[in-house]
T-cell receptor, first 114, second 114 residues
Framework: KAGVTQTPRYLIKTRGQQVTLSCSPI?????VSWYQQTPGQGLQFLFE???????NKGNFPGRFSGRQFSNSRSEMNVSTLELGDSALYLC?????????????FGEGSRLTVL | AQSVTQLGSHVSVSEGALVLLRCNYS??????LFWYVQYPNQGLQLLLK??????LVKGINGFEAEFKKSETSFHLTKPSAHMSDAAEYFC????????????FGAGTILRVKS
């Protein structure tokens, strides 16, 4: 069974640009969550999608957005990039919302903003 | 509000020694508790979880944790450290009443000395 796949794994952007990251969850998983990981702030929750609807949202500015497609694949977008957006962005999938199950994480997309 | 505190950003033990990583949470309702491990340049992997039932939980790679409600703690232990245990460990809390978001502690980097 394939795990959570995130693309691209590494990317470099400049300030002001935008970026789109992709996440393919484990087959059968309908929930996708996104986290930002930085040395200073640790793991910060961005948002969670289930059945193409955003169900939870963290405390990030509107420049951070996401969506989920009918096949449960998800994308997140960051517009008008800032230096502070440099981070490892982790995607995680789970079977459903409001469950006691675990999150399965991808290896992340490492974004560097110059 | 929910929060997770991991005492000690870095812990160093000798190979074969006891591993103890501390985690305390604040919550007014019984939480679901998790420990995740992250190896360099990888995503997070679930070590173990507590939802209900037995308060001593056994996980992968010889790790275990005990939920102590009176102390609001969920410390992670392993009787004998191995070099391969060197990684970053994250405690996480998930509370259904608070949107079911998974909130992570700041992480503890475990170093194992030979």
């Amino acid at each position: 069974k394939a795990g959570v796949t995130q693309t691209p794994r590494y990317l470099i952007k400049t300030r002001g640009q935008q970026v789109t990251l992709s996440c393919s969850p484990i087959s059968g998983h309908r929930s996708v969550s996104w986290y930002q990981q930085t040395p200073g702030q640790g793991l910060q929750f961005l948002f969670e999608y289930f059945s193409e609807t955003q169900r939870n949202k963290g405390n990030f500015p509107g420049r951070f957005s996401g969506r989920q497609f009918s096949n449960s694949r998800s994308e997140m977008n960051v517009s008008t990039l800032e230096l502070g957006d440099s981070a490892l962005y982790l995607c995680a999938s789970s079977l459903a919302l409001a469950n006691t199950g675990e999150l399965f994480f991808g290896e992340g997309s490492r974004l560097t903003v110059l | 509000a929910q929060s997770v505190t991991q005492l000690g950003s870095h812990v160093s033990v000798s190979e074969g020694a006891l591993v103890l990583l501390r985690c305390n949470y604040s919550s007014s309702v019984p939480p679901y508790l998790f420990w995740y491990v992250q190896y360099p340049n990888q995503g997070l992997q679930l070590l173990l979880k507590y939802t209900t039932g037995a308060t001593l939980v056994k996980g992968i790679n010889g790790f275990e944790a005990e939920f102590k409600k009176s102390e609001t703690s969920f410390h992670l232990t392993k009787p004998s450290a191995h070099m391969s245990d060197a990684a970053e460990y994250f405690c996480a809390v998930r509370i259904l009443e608070y949107g079911n978001k998974l909130v992570f502690g700041a992480g503890t980097i475990l170093r194992v000395k030979s």
